[in-house]
């Protein structure tokens, strides 16, 4: 009792003021970032208390997501993958095949219906894997790549949801791919190209990591040892650097790891593509070789977004909800100089837009030039188009970029061309 009371007192340090100011200016503008707030006043998506970790996409959060959608898929469609789809629920008799129910039960939904118990999907390798099986596979079929946009159920725990970023309801841009041995190294180079292409788009700098055989693996030494050479092999053709984390592979498995560095240095981890030996055998998978016998036929799993709820909210912090003009819900918006004068020629430059597939809208408020100017920025609408008696008489509009107080009159012919071309090119 003698002591004196010890309190604890927790304070960063830096090396110089410089420092200091940096760091202060990057809680800022990770504040002025958070992408639940953006997404509050980007009007994009909602989260509610009677449906914890599970959004709400609204009108504009669903263009959005749309986007990303068909980009993803068609450059699967590009890389040879099949689209499938398969059901949310389904009887614990295969959760207990896969192994989930004795791993991951504590993580997944499940209830009783009609005296039997059925869970939630929590991943969607065991459906993909019952398509694989409807049928008598050859070596000539593989591999079989199965894409799918999967929506699954984690029971993630209450305290650690956190907007987009840890949610319940997780939609996955999944792939799983049936090889054999044989082929797993040329499909591994053909991912590896594949995330090239995805993130490049988004201006995304990927990172990689290798992770190999953990103490606890399953399976034989040489199975893994030719799996991560195959995995090491694939990078090196691919010229990608990457890290090594040692023993960090699941049990199942080696895996590579894609990580991004965002605007303000944040690390998230983004796709991954593993080596699966255990679920073909769980399940009794085969193919025929070509001498008619049976072989066991390699699974890899391949999520490039990861899941498109995160991927979006990453996204939002990363461009502080400026998007690329093909992905902004509204890619332009006509602002007459005033309405009364201006306000049926605006009108005619919208509908010629939308009429060339851009998403446009019109501001005809009462409202000042300036004060439609900021309320265009808030809402990180790309183009605003400005229109008054030069641009009536011209047929033209006065362009501001978002941003930038530059204003350049353009023929709206020429804008058209010229904003179909930026979305075209993904800018
Ligand atoms: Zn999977």
Redesign the pocket.
Known sequence: EKNKQLQRIYGLAFESKEKLVEYLHMMEEAEKRDHKKLGRELDLFSFHPEAPGSAFWHPKGMIIWNELEKFGKSIRKKYGNLEIQTPQLAKSILWKTSGHWDHYKDDMFYFDVEKETYCLKP???PF?IKIYQTRQRSYKELPIRYTEIGRVMRNEKSGQLNGLLRVRTITQD?A?IFAMESQVEEEIVSLLKMVKEYYQVFGIEPEFYLSTRPDNFLGEIPTWDKAETDLKNALSKEKIKYELKEKDGAFYGPKIDIDMKDALERRWQLATI?L?FQ?PQRFELEYVTSDGSRQVPV?I?A?IFGSLERFMGILIEHTGGNLPIWLSPIQAVVIPVSEENFGAYAKTVETRLIASGIRTEIDNSKESLGKKIRDAEKQKIPYMLVVGQKEMESDSVAIRRRGDKKQDVMKVDEFVEKIKEEIKEKK
């Open positions: 991943m969607d390798c993909n999944d799983h593993q699966d679920l699974i799993h999520a």
